[in-house]
């Protein structure tokens, strides 16, 4: 069974720029986090999907921040504009039935 | 306020002893806890499930345990080895919705 792809691995961005983010889920999973670590912490949730309809977002910076899952499926999450911040490693997970969460490896921005 | 706290300190033990690793919550009513290992440059990897009517779960050399009225979950390698060291974090499920704590680092001393 493929994992959760996520991409680019790794972006180094200038402050006040804008980046994206992509993540393919585990066929089948109809939920999909998206979150924010930052070093030394716990993942943070930004977001939660369940098929394409956001369950959670309340810690998502809306002014900065945004992300869509068109068609059910894929997702994207972006930037714009980044500050120094938001420098962090963005995990994408999806879930079958909410009981365990499997995560990609993370995109891990340096915003400069 | 909501707070998931872990062992703050990085965790040092010899190779064979066992580790233990605590997990507090405030102001959550998880329907169940879930422990995680995350290596260096990767994500969280799920290790084991305990939900809130259970008091202990044990998979192979790991065991939690989970006591609702202390709100508190530990977590157990027994003769732990060089290649548990990892950070292992705690996150609890309410509603539909998972929270981590900030992670715990354990290394184990050959």
């Known amino acids: 069974e493929a994992g959760v792809a996520q991409s680019p691995r790794y972006k180094i961005i200038e402050k006040r720029q804008s980046v994206a983010f992509w993540c393919n889920p585990i066929s089948g999973h109809a939920t999909l986090y998206w979150y924010q670590q930052i070093l030394g912490q716990g993942p943070k949730l930004l977001i939660q999907?369940?098929?394409?309809?956001?369950?959670?977002d309340s810690q998502l910076p809306k002014d900065r921040f945004s992300a869509e899952r068109l068609k059910g499926v894929d997702s994207t999450l972006k930037i714009q504009p980044a500050k120094l911040e938001d420098s962090a490693v963005y995990l994408c997970a999806s879930s079958w039935a909410a009981t365990e969460a499997f995560f990609g490896q993370g995109t891990r921005l340096t915003v400069v | 306020s909501q707070k998931i706290e872990q062992n703050s300190e990085a965790l040092n033990i010899q190779e064979g002893k066992t580790a233990t690793l605590t997990c507090n919550y405030t102001?959550?009513?998880?329907?169940?806890l879930q422990w995680y290992r995350q290596d260096p440059g990767r994500g969280p990897v799920f290790l084991l499930l305990i939900r809130e009517n259970e008091k202990e779960k044990r998979k192979e050399r790991l065991k939690v345990t989970f006591d609702t009225t202390l709100k508190q979950s530990l977590f157990h390698i027994t003769a732990s080895q060089p290649a548990d060291s990892a950070t292992y974090l705690c996150a609890l499920r309410t509603g539909n919705q998972f929270y981590f704590g900030t992670g715990t680092s354990l290394t184990v001393i050959p």
């Open positions: 102001n959550y009513s998880p329907a169940y």
């Open positions: 999907f369940q098929n394409n309809g956001v369950v959670d």
